[in-house]
């Protein structure tokens, strides 16, 4: 058996990536053994790694975390070289920031590493960079990915030429209208990191569930087409689901810790954020009123919550005081109606921060589905298929549609994109989702992305 066979037999993705955080956490160790031998010289290598070891594991862990957090390993995604760079150096400067505080705010271990830690976090940096490219460059060649998608909707032909367009995500993939018994037999040979990608449609016949039953014993996996499109993504496509699909993956019942955890943070957050906009709400009125006439707080400005409830959203004024007076309209890019003032509030997300005391009352969290305004939801839910399922969770302050392109919502077709967005959070919601979703919003306020 020759080197790369058995590499491809041990290399399945789906292995490949069970491990890829342990041998993550090596090169990171590596890169404290390499920083240390820099900073103090192979005699003083082994009494400094003594000191700083324990420390730094539960720094590296922490470092692990983030590059979960931030897609790093995602078993498309982190194939493709811009994201490794994007994601490793973000997720190291989040991560060397943590390790700041944390050295600083628990001095039990005697070391405040300053120099080290920009240091090792440099090396980790490059090191990290490049182990990942080679993994990837492993991936793409012991263990590629063939997909076979059945049917001809135009969804599942624009996920073809998705990832047709993609080669750095090292997938071939091939559509075809029905599976054939060619098709069994070519697919039945190989196996191994093949995967056959079926829509609901194909489900109600009988001879293409045959054929695809037999596949079972090849070891051909079989995915949902719904589930290879929340993948690559990131969003549920609401035109190819039916109620089945709810039943099978909504729950809300099922995360009661969860949301319990996830209550108790937003009030500690909550009353953090909300002493801060009392302090800062005489400035930011001043300001509202010597810009534009009108009231401070948005007056009868009501949202859509949980299970349909209707909310008062409070909001500083961005507006001028008349900016709807022939009704509810969508905000647009570069819209008239803001004023000097409430442009800085809107791209600051100042004018936000009265939503905190939503938080506090329960009619809001900090992360989830952003709620809409009744008006809307009436016309929307008459137009767009399963609408109404965004309210099965709270809303949020900010969600995972706004920390994903187009980042900003306006009119039916990219409601459609936003709902799917609110579909893929509600089935997928967790602390680290939410941890996501807050650290993708800080990078799209500083990027300056969405409105």
């Keep these: 058996?020759?080197?790369?066979?058995?590499?491809?037999?041990?290399?399945?993705?789906?292995?490949?990536?069970?491990?890829?955080?342990?041998?993550?956490?090596?090169?990171?160790?590596?890169?404290?053994?390499?920083?240390?031998?820099?900073?103090?010289?192979?005699?003083?290598?082994?009494?400094?790694?003594?000191?700083?070891?324990?420390?730094?594991?539960?720094?590296?862990?922490?470092?692990?975390?983030?590059?979960?957090?931030?897609?790093?390993?995602?078993?498309?995604?982190?194939?493709?070289?811009?994201?490794?760079?994007?994601?490793?150096?973000?997720?190291?400067?989040?991560?060397?920031?943590?390790?700041?505080?944390?050295?600083?705010?628990?001095?039990?271990?005697?070391?405040?590493?300053?120099?080290?830690?920009?240091?090792?976090?440099?090396?980790?940096?490059?090191?990290?960079?490049?182990?990942?490219?080679?993994?990837?460059?492993?991936?793409?060649?012991?263990?590629?990915?063939?997909?076979?998608?059945?049917?001809?909707?135009?969804?599942?032909?624009?996920?073809?030429?998705?990832?047709?367009?993609?080669?750095?995500?090292?997938?071939?993939?091939?559509?075809?209208?029905?599976?054939?018994?060619?098709?069994?037999?070519?697919?039945?040979?190989?196996?191994?990191?093949?995967?056959?990608?079926?829509?609901?449609?194909?489900?109600?016949?009988?001879?293409?569930?045959?054929?695809?039953?037999?596949?079972?014993?090849?070891?051909?996996?079989?995915?949902?087409?719904?589930?290879?499109?929340?993948?690559?993504?990131?969003?549920?496509?609401?035109?190819?689901?039916?109620e089945l699909w709810f039943l099978e993956h909504i729950a809300e019942g099922k995360k009661p810790i969860y949301s319990g955890v996830k209550r108790i943070i937003d009030i500690v957050i909550g009353l953090i954020v909300g002493t801060i906009t009392l302090v800062l709400f005489p400035f930011i009125a001043f300001a509202i009123k010597i810009n534009s006439k009108g009231p401070v707080i948005l007056p009868n400005h009501y949202r859509v919550g949980q299970n349909g409830k209707i909310f008062q959203l409070y909001k500083f004024r961005s507006m001028e005081d008349n900016a709807e007076k022939h009704g509810p309209q969508w905000t647009q890019h570069n819209d008239p109606r803001i004023t000097r003032i409430g442009k800085y509030l809107r791209e600051l997300r100042i004018d936000e921060l009265p939503q905190v005391f939503n938080i506090l009352r329960g009619d809001l969290s900090f992360v989830g589905p952003r709620p809409e305004r009744p008006e809307f939801v009436a016309e929307l839910r008459k137009e767009i298929p399963f609408y109404d399922m965004r309210h099965l969770v709270k809303p949020g302050l900010s969600g995972w549609a706004q920390t994903n392109p187009p980042f900003y919502y306006t009119g039916t077709t990219e409601t459609i994109i936003k709902l799917q967005y609110d579909l893929y959070y509600i089935k997928n919601r967790s602390m680290i989702l939410d941890l996501s979703v807050l650290l993708n919003t800080i990078v799209v306020l500083f990027s300056r992305l969405g409105r």
């Design 1 to 242: 058996m020759t080197k790369s066979v058995i590499v491809h037999a041990m290399l399945s993705r789906a292995f490949a990536y069970r491990i890829l955080p342990a041998i993550d956490g090596v090169f990171l160790m590596l890169g404290l053994v390499i920083a240390l031998g820099i900073r103090y010289g192979s005699h003083a290598l082994m009494a400094q790694f003594s000191v700083h070891a324990l420390p730094f594991v539960i720094v590296f862990s922490a470092w692990l975390f983030i590059l979960r957090i931030n897609d790093m390993y995602h078993p498309y995604e982190s194939l493709d070289i811009r994201k490794i760079l994007e994601g490793s150096f973000r997720s190291l400067l989040v991560g060397v920031s943590a390790a700041v505080i944390f050295f600083y705010a628990f001095p039990v271990f005697g070391i405040t590493p300053r120099k080290n830690l920009l240091l090792i976090g440099g090396i980790a940096l490059i090191i990290i960079i490049l182990w990942r490219y080679v993994f990837a460059e492993i991936i793409k060649r012991y263990a590629p990915l063939k997909i076979f998608l059945i049917g001809g909707a135009p969804e599942i032909t624009e996920v073809a030429a998705y990832i047709q367009s993609r080669p750095q995500l090292g997938i071939n993939v091939e559509q075809h209208p029905e599976i054939t018994p060619a098709m069994v037999s070519v697919m039945s040979a190989a196996g191994r990191n093949y995967y056959v990608v079926i829509p609901e449609s194909v489900k109600s016949s009988g001879e293409q569930m045959k054929r695809i039953y037999a596949l079972l014993p090849s070891g051909v996996q079989l995915l949902d087409f719904a589930a290879l499109h929340e993948r690559l993504y990131h969003r549920i496509p609401v035109s190819l689901i039916t």
